[in-house]
């Protein structure tokens, strides 16, 4: 029979899952209830804790078809690490980037109740660490770093896989350093316009003056170049536009500070 499955913000039905001890026709059900539910929602793979059962169960479907049942599952030993994206139908449509072991080792019973065991690695050892993780009571959310776990919640408040909270604002920190910019520029404007009115020897340093105005509208431009780009990629809904717009905006800054500097050398050195 096809499940339900539980998502979020719904909590598992226990804190952990409790081992089976007796393997009767309720187990057999279970199991074929779990298998019922991944095939009519094209899953990977259902820990019974996702259907509401409180029983220690997970199974999985196998690249060849076939369906492995396992029963009381424990992770024994792994080794490596790999960092990988993730989704489960606890979170519908969301994914988010894990860290996990890239090799385990897995022991569980049959529905005869046989000890066996495994041994898992690639995609197939995420998805089995993902399905042990819910018969603990926990989620891939409890695996996150702190900046992955700070995103996922953004996500999970928007419903969107996209970060919408991190949409483009209106105004960035950036903008001062080119309000600064502007403001050296407006100078250098202002020094050349009064050095047509002023005696030669009054506007003979006054060449020095645009260099040194020059050199600080270059520097001022680097770093804003620099910094925006950090501060673009802190919000990755929109990183692609604004890196046009960043570029854009030191082009035209540079080619303003080239016009002022070009006319001042003439008129004044």
Known sequence: MIKEIITYPTPPSVAYGTDVRVFNEEIFSLIQDMKDTIEANS?????????GSYFNIVVVKQENGEFLELINPRLISNSGRVTTVE??????????????YETI????????????????????????QRKIDYTHGSSFINKLSKKEKKLFERKLKFGA????????????????IIKAINIVLIAMVILLVSSLFLSKETTEN????????SFLAVSLS???FFYAQYEGKRFTSCTSCQIGNIIGTAVILLIKLSIITLISYFILS
Not at 109 to 115: A, F, K, L, T, V
Not at 161 to 176: G, H, L, Q, W
Not at 206 to 213: E, T
């Open 105 to 128: 080792s897995v022991v569980y019973q049959d529905r005869d109740g046989n000890q066996h065991s495994l041994k898992a690695d690639g995609a197939f050892a995420i998805l089995l």
């Open 161 to 176: 896989n996209i970060a919408i909270s991190e949409v483009c604002p209106t105004t960035f920190k950036r903008d001062y």
């Open 43 to 51: 899953l990977d793979g259902l820990s019974a804790f996702q259907i």
């Open 206 to 213: 006054f060449w020095s003056y645009q260099l040194y105005a």
């Open 222 to 224: 680097i770093v804003y």
């Open 87 to 100: 989704k489960t139908a606890y979170f519908p449509d969301l994914t988010a980037e894990i860290t996990r």
